[in-house]
């Protein structure tokens, strides 16, 4: 609330000084290349995030395993799945072959058709967003992107994370199953709902973001993609102030959708994949992890290495 | 050739006590329905192996973890890796989409054109394989195939995995860096190995066995696929006795290929995924854990839930 | 209204002597492999009507060809236009590939997966439909089905058509832009609109029936999928007995869709493919030619020498 | 050694007249966007040769079908066939799908995966090849690029073409049933076959060229790729003033290649499709048209309507 009141505040300020056309483009803009090149993780950096995978930090994520229970955040690859605009995920079986021997052994498999890196359950690599023509680190699309893939920041470089988990549940922190549509989650929010669920963040976290809007992912696709709840801009800077691993949720964007500013188009995809270097995992399956106030756990997610890819389809797990 | 003088040694052992129709065709041939349905699992089960997933299974294996390293066994997915006949892992970029908004958002894709069970890294699940037209627990093929997948055994059953991890290193046994072309891994050499390596099996282990074939798979593609040392098919039934969540190797077939007896085409995959339920796992890359001679550790596999799937191109890793 | 009487009156009939299920199966059942092969065109033939294209066929037809005007009948292959179930045409720009040179040559290309034989324009060959398990001539998809295709009657073997095309305007007959859905169109229907456009057909004529359903194409694909006017299955048999090289329309199944009898599943296809072994040609843009009457012209058509193919998208002319 | 011979002597002739600088690198440069544009079609054209298609056009075709024989000049669409770098084209039988009803239809389909615009027995359209960032009427590639093709100069534009077509079989001028690798078709050979033929070409002509090359097609597809003779800079420019609806040949890239200036890639394929807005159609089967003699004709050529696509794999006929 506070927040918006001093958007308010800040947007009134603006009023009076600014054609209305700038007024919530001014709200947030992506910092030029100087501002934030190199990245704290070195100018050669791919990595990002990724680079808090330590034995210290594995090991912090074991001491949480106490019970053994795991808890499956991936969603399911379904052909009728919610899909962003222009991806689909096609899949057709090879029939039976059948090969030469006396042991009649069969085989089958299946060709799929899909954007890979960027269906499903999803970890971001940092060649999926760009300011303009440049990402993370300041490498230049057009220095690095061939026909196959990009030969820098390909997610084939990040390997497999397993740190300790953090569910926010800001859904749960509101009273409700699932937040409003559109709804901006704050820092406030954020801070409140770590408050009433005793836990602080440390670098390093996987900081997962319940919003209650993954139970629309099998019963209303097209509302589910439609817009969604999720964190405002002035949130996302909190929290990548928090040195987190990665951040996900259980929507598409993480960000709200659409931005409240409409001049603004996903501004946390720059700020987290771009500015910050710090790595994203959406359509997650955050139910049963709500549902049993699992708030602190192992996480675990083995994005494929595919060679210069932009992310992964990804079956990540929590355990505690 | 002391190596395949001992095998014609063992093979000559074997003509004295054994009638000779047992020798070659008649040493293995797949069991009937009868014979091996319903499953240990029952009758319904789905998920085969997997089923040792429970809470203790999962602390087991954290009780591996003790350093925090963390192996990365999977391989980089490159559209020119060494593929087994007719598959492939096709990708073309897709060209940055600028959004409308002021931050000058790019979004960068890729189109994957793959038989995304069967292809790299790969954790093989049960509608891959068959005896005829019958399958694990004797589901028919003709029963569940569509042209998008299989309605039952399908990949997305399974669920991450995570296990006490032994590494069989029958080439270390063998003093070589890399086991004989067509050397087939015998009853005997898992158990010396294991001996040497002072480790036991249980139940609910993922067995890794270690030829040093997967050194080819970045230097000599067509060689590895031609021919590969692996599991004979005693020492597949032998394993498959011990009862372990899955078997893997750093070759593709896990078996040896060709079979010695001629007659026969990659038994091992019907002994383990139609007879025995049990989940494989193929192209493993395993130089660091064989170098390091980490021989026990947490191995954790995501599949990808594809649903109706033959399997998932993967990334385990191994966690001590 | 003539037709539906007949029916009903024959249906009124049929009720008194048969039981209801049998009702309408009785109205056309596929004949026995032993009443239909070997085909008129011997045993091992793969061309079926495809072997009217004789030198003497392509002369007729280009006897027609008066005024030099062309008529293109093919659609646009868009990826959103009407598909059949599971079908899809999607495409993706292989960004510009610039070679080295001091000419700054640059080259694009397009991916496209889809079903090549089966979508837009298209022109169906005989693997593509079957009576169980057999195909045109009795050939068993078992025999010949591979995963890349059928070794024999594929498209390939087709070749080009130039023939005599004959436009049946139906529409035009009855005084209306476009059929009603589900419209039968009978063997008076085919033989009236024959005589009111003073024509008569001939062997090896490209026989193209006009329904004004073509018109939906751009404006309302699903109902332009839903359900269709085209040839009964008596209006059907019918035209197979003129032995023309095919048959088209400005519909997809060409036969009317759903058949009145319900337990029949769009039998020209079979009628025509598999007993007759004749061509179709589905999804023509007729809308020129109907507006301009023109109804005699060289029709030419020349199929992608798909191997093993069920068919082929295809641009078609009518030339006058 | 005749033909390098007299290659020579050319070479040595022109080192005597020309300064050494525009011997080579110099011997052709691309023409500017003011040389070249607006195109003679006009600046708004997307046709370009194209437009030559009209009913005279159309007429003096059909006067040249006399014995109704047709020559399909089109190559079954394999997957093993030839490919330029990066491009493939792959299939994959769906399986028989049973359909509802007493008349059991089954229905088979394929789908494909290719560069559909650019394998096999190719049209090429003006998106397909650039000067830059320009190309065909100075239209800008970032101006017309989407992920789903090209918004102008897509191949559907061009339509239909039917028109004279001669073949100029310079393989029969030589008396060799194949050109040498890298041998460059001179002005002079074009004009001595044409003689020896005792034709002249006129505007609109779909002009054909004979190496022979295409022989290797269907047995040594490396060496087809690998060079390939073809028409010299000199050449492709002669016959871009002849005014022909298309160029085409029984090879890939139709010049010469690699180009005899080392400074060069391709040039033909500016000079056609950029500068002059002529059509290509590559990898013709001319080996019976040649060895029959028969070297004028109506040629057909169907593109598909790809929206905004580069080309299309097509079947064209020659009709005597």
Chains 1, 2, 3, 4 share one sequence.
């Not at 893939?149 to 926010?168: A, D, K, Q, Y």
Request: neutral net charge; aromatic residues 6%.
């Amino acid at each position: 609330m506070l927040i918006r009141t001093t958007l308010l505040t800040t947007a009134l300020t603006a009023i009076a000084v600014l054609s209305p056309s700038s007024l919530f483009a001014q709200s947030w803009q992506p910092p030029s290349d100087a501002q934030r090149c190199p990245s704290k993780w070195g100018a050669a950096d791919q990595r990002g995030s990724g680079n808090h995978m330590k034995p210290e930090t594995v090991l912090r994520a074991t001491r949480l395993i106490r019970t053994g229970e795991v808890f499956e955040l991936g969603r399911v690859l379904r052909t009728d799945m919610p899909f962003s605009s222009g991806r689909r995920f096609e899949m057709e079986t090879k029939r039976t072959n059948m090969n030469a021997g006396s042991n009649r052994r069969g085989s089958n498999e299946e060709i799929v058709f899909t954007e890979l890196g960027q269906v499903g359950t999803q970890f971001d690599g940092f060649t999926h967003q760009t300011i303009g023509d440049s990402m993370y680190n300041c490498v230049k699309v057009a220095d690095v992107a061939t026909r196959g893939g990009f030969t820098r920041l390909g997610v084939e470089h990040v390997g497999s994370l397993m740190t300790r988990g953090v569910l926010i549940d800001v859904a749960a922190l509101k009273g409700v199953p699932m937040l409003a549509d559109m709804y901006p989650i704050s820092v406030d929010d954020l801070q409140q709902a770590l408050q009433r669920q005793k836990l602080t963040l440390q670098p390093g976290d996987a900081v997962i973001v319940n919003t209650g809007w993954g139970r629309l992912w099998d019963t209303d696709g097209p509302r589910y993609l439609k817009t969604n709840p999720g964190l405002s801009t002035a949130a996302a800077e909190w929290l990548a102030k928090q040195d987190p691993m990665l951040i996900g949720s259980d929507n598409g964007p993480i960000g709200v959708t659409p931005d409240p500013d409409p001049n603004l188009s996903l501004p946390l995809h720059q700020i987290a994949l771009v500015v910050n270097g710090i790595h994203l995992l959406e359509n997650l399956k955050l139910d049963e992890l709500a549902g049993k106030q699992v708030y602190e756990f192992a996480l675990i997610v083995q994005p494929l290495k595919i060679q210069g890819g932009t992310g992964s389809t990804v079956a990540p797990i929590a355990v505690r």
